[in-house]
């Protein structure tokens, strides 16, 4: 996925050019030489990690929003009359310091925080909403925006030109712009408390993660999960100083990797507990009362702006458009997977009697016994296949030949950039023509310090009115191996780095004007579409014959298993469909909640919310629950999860296309690099969509990609 962590509102403006509020101006200026004062002297304007220390992100903050703050009343108070350039351009142009300091920061909090980053992001995240409300509640400044759009006919403007007035625009209204001074005034408070709730609960969440990891005392009791896993276990134990011991770490889903291999039910058991109360323990990382708040604040935001709850306020400038139409979506896909869900559960009761057990299935078994049931069906063992996953490999053979492919791009390594971590990974991205494309960095292992989940941005963004290029990263929690062993993964894994190097590809390629409309600044059921699309490549012949080698011997991986990884690819999908719609439900069902509701009772709410979707969540309870839902909560993607479904219909019909002319091929690459790689946010959506695919967006493909349909229908 994207992220945006400090604000989750869209477009690069609201990223970086955030206006001062008069409270900073009592604050003292910054002392002394800072590195966020001016642009980065390194390569592609990197961060200067090397001299970036935890206590210059708050004096550039505050700094940067003062200069902002200058800048913005600038344009506001201009006496000319309005133009493109000096209202639209000038505001592109401002708040380059808070942009430097804000991307940066953005960045290290999430992957690599501490105390002290922690505190700069309490501080500030308020800050910054009401910054964000200066610059779209001001009301000088939009009836210039507004006067622009009145008379956008007349100007002349070019294509991109034209977009990023219809943008700003949408920007304000949506921000509220149009209400009245008590009204503004009220949005502004609710504004400011739902930004430190939702760092509130970001903070918690890491927390809660951290001290969920299950601590085994018995190396007997982790049986099944192998002696890399074993030994990756005992040095995380020895991270917390927890000698003798052996700590089974959380990642962000609900189910957890060792669930599959352990032999032990009562440790399977106990780490599935682990993860599912993570923060539902009563202690101060309890997320339930701060997401009951969120809830009720974002309902009456929706309100307050003129619509029926936030689902309806999110989606009015998806792909989308409404909420009803996102669920519509995805209740098509319900009776089909209900009714393989049940014949899955079925089957894997099945395989627990016939493994000589008498007890009846629950979540902490699916992954355990759906191994066994795809080692009897498809004669495929995940531990065979982890050898020709080596992570390096697959990311220098696998990833970055498959851009090689279809893009044309090389790639080389760097150590004379800095960075924020040891383990980070930095490599300069060379276009087809020989010339620098962007900067690429990898942050891939486990840390205790690092939110869950995977993800991409930037730290600096394309523009060619900045003339900057991008400088783009990708952060996963792979586990870490224990010194002197390889770094082999699972091929869920190595989907992952492929999806995240597909919202990296969409970063690289921008090449608009405006950074408003660069790259990755597009609507959340948009967003994912290409790094979706990526992941077909990670089974495509071609590629999966470049990287999948033997870490030891370098074999290539046999003929026969790779045929048995593509029978199984539409294996288990009542699970692998289920978690996904039961969670973007559950996010949808949270935020129909209308401004009248009380607050709710996190538990009961979403047992409620669950027992409606029609799927069988006892069995298969949603990828993320209420409580650790860090998507929703504090990543931006509030009414959003969906998208990741949305997005994969357009994913798949794009396969589709592919396959139907030719598949990895540097012409189909070009031509999905220009039309929709390159676009950033430039046209809309569902116009973008169809000129590439040819028609409007078809669910077929993503069914039968499922397994859900029979091919051809």
Same mark, same amino acid.
């Given at each position: 996925?994207?992220?945006?962590?400090?604000?989750?509102?869209?477009?690069?403006?609201?990223?970086?050019?955030?206006?001062?509020?008069?409270?900073?101006?009592?604050?003292?200026?910054?002392?002394?030489?800072?590195?966020?004062?001016?642009?980065?002297?390194?390569?592609?304007?990197?961060?200067?990690?090397?001299?970036?220390?935890?206590?210059?992100?708050?004096?550039?903050?505050?700094?940067?929003?003062?200069?902002?703050?200058?800048?913005?009343?600038?344009?506001?108070?201009?006496?000319?009359?309005?133009? $493109?350039?000096?209202? !639209? *351009? =000038?505001?592109? +142009?401002? %708040?380059?310091?808070?942009?430097?300091?804000?991307?940066?920061?953005? #960045?290290?909090v999430q992957a690599n925080t501490n105390d002290a980053l922690d505190a700069v992001q309490t501080t500030v995240s308020p800050l910054l909403s009401q910054h964000n409300d200066a610059i779209y509640l001001n009301d000088k400044l939009f009836q210039r925006v507004k006067s622009l759009y009145d008379k956008r006919d007349s100007l002349k403007l070019k294509p991109e030109q034209a977009q990023l007035l219809k943008v700003y625009y949408q920007q304000f209204i949506h921000a509220g712009a149009m209400l009245n001074d008590a009204d503004k005034a009220t949005l502004r408070d609710l504004n400011t408390k739902l930004s430190s709730l939702e760092?509130? $609960?970001?903070?918690? !969440? *890491? =927390?809660?993660? +951290?001290? %969920?990891?299950?601590?085994?005392?018995?190396?007997?009791?982790?049986? #099944?999960?192998?002696?890399?896993?074993?030994?990756?276990?005992?040095?995380?134990?020895?991270?917390?100083?927890?000698?003798?011991?052996?700590?089974?770490?959380?990642?962000?889903?609900?189910?957890?990797?060792?669930?599959?291999?352990?032999?032990?039910?009562?440790?399977?058991?106990?780490?599935?507990?682990?993860?599912?109360?993570?923060?539902?323990?009563?202690?101060?990382?309890?997320?339930?009362?701060?997401?009951?708040?969120?809830?009720?604040?974002?309902?009456?935001?929706?309100?307050?702006?003129?619509?029926?709850?936030?689902?309806?306020?999110?989606?009015?400038?998806?792909?989308?458009?409404?909420?009803?139409?996102?669920?519509?979506?995805?209740?098509?896909?319900?009776?089909?997977?209900?009714?393989?869900?049940?014949?899955?559960?079925?089957?894997?009761?099945?395989?627990?009697?016939?493994?000589?057990?008498?007890?009846?299935?629950?979540?902490?078994?699916?992954?355990?016994?759906?191994?066994?049931?795809?080692?009897?069906?498809?004669?495929?063992?995940?531990?065979?296949?982890?050898?020709?996953?080596?992570?390096?490999?697959?990311?220098?053979?696998?990833?970055?030949?498959?851009?090689?492919?279809?893009?044309?791009?090389?790639?080389?390594?760097?150590?004379?950039?800095?960075?924020?971590?040891?383990?980070?990974?930095?490599?300069?991205?060379?276009?087809?023509?020989?010339?620098?494309?962007?900067?690429?960095?990898?942050?891939?292992?486990?840390?205790?310090?690092?939110?869950?989940?995977?993800?991409?941005?930037?730290?600096?963004?394309?523009?060619?009115?900045?003339?900057?290029?991008?400088?783009?990263?990708?952060?996963?929690?792979?586990?870490?191996?224990?010194?002197?062993?390889?770094?082999?993964?699972?091929?869920?894994?190595?989907?992952?780095?492929?999806?995240?190097?597909?919202?990296?590809?969409?970063?690289?390629?921008?090449?608009?004007?405006?950074?408003?409309?660069?790259?990755?600044?597009?609507?959340?059921?948009?967003?994912?579409?290409?790094?979706?699309?990526?992941?077909?490549?990670?089974?495509?012949?071609?590629?999966?014959?470049?990287?999948?080698?033997?870490?030891?011997?370098?074999?290539?991986?046999?003929?026969?298993?790779?045929?048995?990884?593509?029978?199984?690819?539409?294996?288990?999908?009542?699970?692998?469909?289920?978690?996904?719609?039961?969670?973007?439900?559950?996010?949808?069902?949270?935020?129909?909640?209308?401004?009248?509701?009380?607050?709710?009772?996190?538990?009961?709410?979403?047992?409620?919310?669950?027992?409606?979707?029609?799927?069988?969540?006892?069995?298969?309870?949603?990828?993320?629950?209420?409580?650790?839902?860090?998507?929703?909560?504090?990543?931006?993607?509030?009414?959003?999860?969906?998208?990741?479904?949305?997005?994969?219909?357009?994913?798949?019909?794009?396969?589709?296309?592919?396959?139907?002319?030719?598949?990895?091929?540097?012409?189909?690459?070009?031509?999905?690099?220009?039309?929709?790689?390159?676009?950033?946010?430039?046209?809309?959506?569902?116009?973008?969509?169809?000129?590439?695919?040819?028609?409007?967006?078809?669910?077929?493909?993503?069914?039968?990609?499922?397994?859900?349909?029979?091919?051809?229908?």
């Open positions: 996925m994207t992220r945006t962590v400090l604000l989750g509102t869209v477009g690069a403006l609201a990223l970086a050019t955030l206006a001062a509020t008069p409270a900073l101006a009592e604050r003292p200026a910054m002392a002394g030489a800072n590195p966020f004062a001016t642009a980065s002297t390194l390569p592609f304007e990197a961060p200067r990690f090397d001299i970036i220390k935890d206590a210059d992100y708050l004096p550039a903050f505050e700094e940067g929003m003062k200069i902002q703050l200058a800048e913005i009343k600038k344009i506001a108070d201009n006496p000319a009359a309005p133009t $493109f350039d000096n209202t !639209l *351009v =000038a505001m592109e +142009k401002s %708040g380059r310091m808070l942009d430097r300091v804000g991307q940066t920061f953005s #960045g290290v760092t509130a $609960f970001q903070q918690k !969440l *890491v =927390a809660a993660a +951290k001290e %969920g990891g299950l601590v085994v005392d018995d190396k007997a009791k982790l049986a #099944g999960m192998g002696d890399g896993a074993i030994a990756a276990a005992a040095e995380a134990a020895k991270g917390r100083k927890l000698e003798g011991k052996y700590l089974v770490p959380l990642q962000n889903t609900t189910q957890q990797p060792a669930l599959s291999s352990l032999d032990d039910r009562a440790t399977r058991q106990a780490l599935f507990e682990r993860g599912w109360t993570r923060a539902e323990k009563g202690d101060a990382n309890d997320t339930r009362a701060t997401i009951s708040d969120i809830a009720n604040l974002r309902a009456q935001k929706a309100k307050l702006l003129g619509f029926p709850n936030y689902a309806a306020y999110v989606l009015a400038d998806q792909m989308a458009v409404t909420p009803d139409a996102a669920e519509g979506f995805m209740k098509r896909m319900v009776p089909a997977l209900a009714a393989e869900q049940k014949r899955e559960a079925a089957e894997i009761q099945a395989q627990i009697k016939k493994d000589g057990q008498d007890f009846a299935l629950k979540p902490w078994d699916w992954d355990k016994y759906a191994e066994q049931v795809r080692k009897a069906k498809y004669d495929l063992d995940e531990g065979a296949l982890k050898p020709y996953f080596e992570l390096h490999t697959v990311l220098e053979e696998g990833v970055f030949y498959a851009a090689n492919q279809l893009y044309g791009l090389t790639f080389k390594r760097r150590t004379d950039i800095p960075v924020y971590q040891p383990d980070v990974l930095v490599y300069d991205v060379i276009d087809k023509d020989g010339s620098a494309l962007g900067l690429m960095y990898f942050d891939y292992f486990k840390r205790d310090n690092k939110s869950g989940g995977a993800w991409m941005s930037n730290f600096v963004q394309q523009s060619k009115l900045l003339g900057t290029k991008p400088v783009v990263y990708n952060v996963c929690n792979f586990t870490k191996p224990a010194p002197g062993q390889p770094a082999l993964i699972s091929f869920s894994d190595v989907t992952t780095m492929f999806h995240e190097f597909g919202h990296a590809l969409h970063g690289l390629f921008a090449n608009q004007t405006y950074e408003t409309l660069s790259g990755t600044n597009v609507a959340r059921d948009f967003v994912e579409f290409p790094s979706q699309f990526n992941e077909h490549w990670a089974l495509d012949p071609k590629v999966l014959a470049h990287y999948a080698k033997n870490y030891q011997t370098g074999e290539a991986m046999p003929a026969e298993l790779v045929e048995k990884i593509k029978k199984a690819a539409t294996f288990n999908q009542g699970y692998a469909l289920g978690e996904i719609v039961a969670a973007a439900m559950l996010d949808l069902e949270w935020h129909s909640l209308p401004a009248d509701a009380p607050k709710q009772d996190v538990d009961a709410f979403e047992k409620e919310a669950l027992a409606k979707t029609g799927l069988d969540v006892d069995d298969v309870p949603p990828r993320y629950r209420s409580s650790y839902f860090l998507h929703i909560w504090g990543n931006g993607y509030a009414a959003g999860y969906y998208a990741y479904l949305w997005t994969e219909m357009l994913d798949d019909d794009s396969y589709t296309w592919f396959k139907d002319h030719g598949g990895l091929t540097r012409e189909n690459g070009e031509r999905f690099r220009q039309m929709i790689l390159s676009k950033g946010h430039t046209e809309d959506y569902g116009p973008m969509f169809r000129a590439f695919y040819g028609k409007d967006p078809d669910i077929g493909p993503m069914l039968q990609n499922r397994g859900l349909a029979p091919e051809g229908k």
